[in-house]
């Protein structure tokens, strides 16, 4: 199969949604996932506190796997959104502090945040090529820091994110109580 990997516009808010939410359904450990919830990604995307990106099998147009980074806010600071705006909203759940990076430092994180990809689409390193696409797009804007969460039992996501560079940096209970190692990459 060959996929097509783009970043998603408004328009494709609908689909990220029922992609993870589908994902998340078929999952037989659900608590190895933190499925966002549909209105937590309508928002994030809508107002550009967070970025998706998509891939699409290219022969029937088929979405097979989605990826979101969100923005979150240093402390003191404004976040400014995608397209440079400063949100209304707050978030103090920055994975950066978790793992002790300093404010100046905490400005520079992005999560990489919900990997999604259907089941009959897995074995193409779909959650990779997604992560890959995203990190060449977050260089450009000026983000350091690249933080996500895995659930330590997780082993194909983790040794996929561990593969790319990352490294365990802290675990911790997140989510709701749930042991997630918090990984960290930093760009050139």
Known sequence: ??????????????????????????????????????????????EGRGTAYMAVEKESGTPAGVFMTAFPQAP??????????????????NLGRDIGLNDSMLEK??????????????GH???RRLMEYAEKDLRKKGYRYLCCTVHPDNRPS????L?????????CPKYGGYPRHILMKELD
Not at 4 to 22: F, H, S
Not at 164 to 171: E, L, P, V, W
């Open 1 to 46: 199969m060959d996929f097509l990997i783009r970043k998603c516009g408004p328009d494709d808010i609908d689909t990220v949604i029922r992609l993870i939410k589908t994902v998340y359904e078929q999952m037989e450990q659900k608590d190895w996932f933190a499925a966002d919830n549909g209105e937590y990604t309508r928002k994030t995307l809508a």
């Open 76 to 93: 003191g600071k404004a976040a400014l959104t995608s397209d440079g705006k400063t949100p209304e909203i707050t978030d103090d759940e």
């Open 158 to 161: 983790l040794n996929s994110v």
């Open 163 to 171: 593969a790319q560079g990352y490294r365990i940096m802290a675990t």
């Open 109 to 122: 994180v992005v999560h990489m945040d919900s990997a999604a990809v259907l089941s009959s689409f897995r």
């Open 125 to 127: 390193h779909l959650q």
